[in-house]
């Protein structure tokens, strides 16, 4: 089992795939704490509804990213957090965090990364005329969504696609990824060798939309 905690700002849905598999039992893991920047997140309410501790880190309260960032890793201490989970936690870490989880921090990102990093992806996707799109969970370094590939799911982009459309198929795959790659973490099957993420056991990809690690 992994202790997970799990940084959030936004609705959270992506948190709540993480309960729902835990809950399962098909994710070997426990969220001891969910940690957000904006007390009013909605993530924070579907935490307390499973009966799990959540903690508001206010971005005012704290002059300088690296002071932020330490209270954050003062509260993911305080919980017996190993590994880290960003869901939609809108803000660039520092190394105050990266350090003190190295390669032990993890992030979904709403694009076939390297291609489309940072903000409104969809809409950068689609005006590109890319005929695939889709969702990276990768490890975390002090980049922006520059860290090592974990897993990806691809989407196709179709023809009459706008950015909600879009958006909507790649949330999908991103609710069945990223439990995923937080399982095979807990499983002890990632291996990362400088910029390549490998998955003990799992299986050669056949196909052009298959990934390893089942």
């Known amino acids: 089992m992994v202790n997970l905690g799990v940084l959030v700002s936004g609705s959270g849905t992506n948190l709540q795939s993480i309960i729902d598999e835990i809950e399962a039992?098909?994710?070997d893991a426990s969220?001891?704490?969910?940690?957000?920047?904006?007390p009013d997140a909605f993530a924070l309410e579907r935490a307390r509804k499973h009966g799990i501790p959540t903690a508001v880190v206010r971005v005012r309260d704290f002059p300088r990213k690296e002071a932020f960032d330490?209270?954050?890793?003062?509260?993911l201490r305080e919980h017996g957090v190993e590994l880290v989970a960003l869901?939609?936690?809108m803000r660039i870490i520092t190394r105050v965090l990266l350090d003190a989880y190295r390669m032990k921090v993890m992030n979904i990102h709403p694009s076939l990364l390297?291609?489309?990093?940072g903000l409104e992806v969809q809409k950068a996707a689609l005006e590109y005329g890319v005929k695939f799109s889709g969702c990276t969970v990768h490890f975390v370094d002090d980049g922006v969504d520059t860290g090592?590939?974990?897993i990806q799911a691809a989407v196709p982009v179709k023809d009459e696609d706008t950015v909600e459309s879009l958006s909507k198929r790649i949330l999908m795959e991103?609710?069945?990824l990223y439990p995923r790659a937080i399982r095979l973490y807990s499983e002890?099957?990632?291996e990362v060798r400088g910029r390549r993420v490998f998955v003990r056991d799992g299986k050669a990809p056949s196909g052009a939309m298959e990934n390893p690690g089942e």
Request: charged share 25%.
């Open 70 to 75: 330490s209270e954050v890793l003062r509260v």
């Open 31 to 38: 969220i001891k704490v969910v940690v957000s920047n904006k």
């Open 148 to 150: 090592p590939v974990i």
């Open 174 to 176: 991103e609710h069945r």
């Open 188 to 190: 002890g099957r990632l």
């Open 25 to 27: 039992g098909r994710l």
């Open 114 to 117: 390297p291609s489309f990093p």
């Open 87 to 89: 869901a939609g936690f």
